[in-house]
């Protein structure tokens, strides 16, 4: 019996420790930047994502208050927008919707006659993918898509206009399983593919499932799971919307969202330390880390990574998207009213 309880106890004491690694508590955090910030623009909650119509210089942010909604107060969450050759502050964009609208993760897309923002909102009813066609700097309200499958929608990516791809981040929606789903990294997440309406699991066994991209020509897509602290890479067939695993990369980080820049870079932003960061969506006076990572393929799966950012939270607290435009980063967070804008070198 003493040795049984011996190694239980050896056990535990691994699990914990192995818990505690794999959250960042034993990651030291070196404040450094390969950049300068321009401008720190606080006049919206929670940019928590962002997406980007390179044309036209047009940069969309999802904006949701999520300490106020927390607290059941009520908040003008949506979608703002910044003209990035204008020198503008942000401004929220006005839309058709009339529903109640807290944006999570946001997709663009465009094609030669029409413009559409796909939108995950959480809202009483539920979780929903809200469709809005974007014309004359307003959001025009298509349609509102919700399925079973779908219980905890975080990102999204858009590849028609009947077509996505969304993050599942957990495999239960709610109560004490789950916190044992995110503590005990329990993979339980997927990514689920959607055309017409209906939903397909495309690739499962994540933990906490997150950002998701493709590449410009849409025949590559690009994967974060949080607690599983990876990039998984795909090739993806665009007839089908198959995807096929290329490679996963372990990044050391809770990773987030994903964008892709012009020369096909990925930029991610993450959180150093997963627990700090539970203790800081709890409380706005605790910091948590924020950390801004660039991958440059070197060949199908494999890349070139670069710490850009890392900061202790003073600055920045909660990173959770990094977008390059020409020669400037944006970083937006998920609790504070801070979105940075820095040149970089």
Known sequence: MKRVAIVIAALVIY?????????????????????????????????????????SGLL??????????????????????????????PKKLPTTYSGSFHPHGISYLKNDTAAWLF??????????????????????????????????????????????????????????????????????????????????????GLKYANGVNISADGSVLYLTHTTGRELLTFNRNKETGKINLISTTELHTGVDNITVDIEGNLWIAGHPRLLAFVAHAADPDNKSASQVLKLSPVSPGEYQIEEIYMDDGNQLSGSSVALKYKDELFTGVVFESKLMRATIR
């Open 15 to 55: 699990l914990v420790l192995n818990t505690l690694n794999n959250a960042g508590v034993f990651k030291r955090i070196t404040n450094h930047f390969n950049g300068t910030v321009v401008e720190i623009y606080e006049n919206m909650p929670g940019p928590e994502d962002l997406d980007l119509d390179a044309e």
């Open 60 to 89: 969309f942010i999802a904006s949701s208050d999520r300490w106020a909604l927390q607290k059941g107060v009520a908040s003008q969450d949506g979608i703002y927008v910044l003209q990035l050759d204008s020198g503008v502050v």
């Open 119 to 204: 939108v995950v909102n959480h809202n009483n009813q539920g979780s929903f993918v809200e469709v809005f066609e974007f014309r004359n700097d307003s959001l025009i309200h298509l349609r509102s898509i919700k399925d079973e499958l779908m219980c905890c929608p975080n990102d999204i990516v858009a590849v028609a206009p009947d077509k996505f791809y969304v993050t599942n981040d957990h495999g239960i929606h709610d109560g004490f399983f789950r916190t044992l789903e995110d503590y005990l990294l329990i993979p339980l997440s997927y990514l689920l593919y959607c055309e017409d309406h209906s939903f397909t699991k495309v690739y499962t």
